[in-house]
């Protein structure tokens, strides 16, 4: 009997503090920002694969190839700026409302 009480106290512990880890509250804005962020990197990855895989079957010459591949470098530093900017803007945007409702 002892142990089966041992063995409750123990699981009920154990219960109260994952309930407590699942109970803290998650930016859930900030998460699906993340999750919309890694589909336009996925859905970028794909499009420049494939357009990379069209320009190989082609006969280009060199210069026309570096051109194509810094476009490619170009458009993925503006995907990764722009991302940046709005996890800046959104992270900013949650530090003012945090202060504004403290005062």
């Known amino acids: 009997m002892r142990k089966v009480l041992v063995l409750l106290?123990?699981?009920l512990m154990a219960g109260a503090s994952v309930g407590a880890l699942k109970a803290a509250p998650?930016?859930?804005?900030?998460?699906?920002?993340?999750k919309r962020q890694k589909?336009?990197?996925?859905t970028l990855k794909?499009?420049?694969?494939?357009?990379?895989n069209t320009m190989k079957r082609q006969?280009?010459?060199?210069?026309?190839?570096?051109?194509f591949q810094r476009q490619l470098k170009m458009e993925r530093q503006v995907l990764r700026m722009g991302q940046r900017e709005e996890t800046k803007s959104l992270t900013g945007r949650k530090k003012f409302m945090k202060q504004n409702h403290r005062q």
């Not at 589909?39 to 996925?42: C, H, P, S, T, V």
């Not at 006969?59 to 051109?67: A, E, G, T």
């Open 9 to 11: 106290t123990a699981a």
């Open 26 to 34: 998650r930016d859930q804005e900030l998460h699906e920002l993340k």
């Open 39 to 42: 589909e336009q990197r996925k």
């Open 46 to 52: 794909i499009q420049q694969r494939s357009m990379k």
């Open 59 to 67: 006969q280009l010459p060199s210069d026309s190839r570096k051109r």
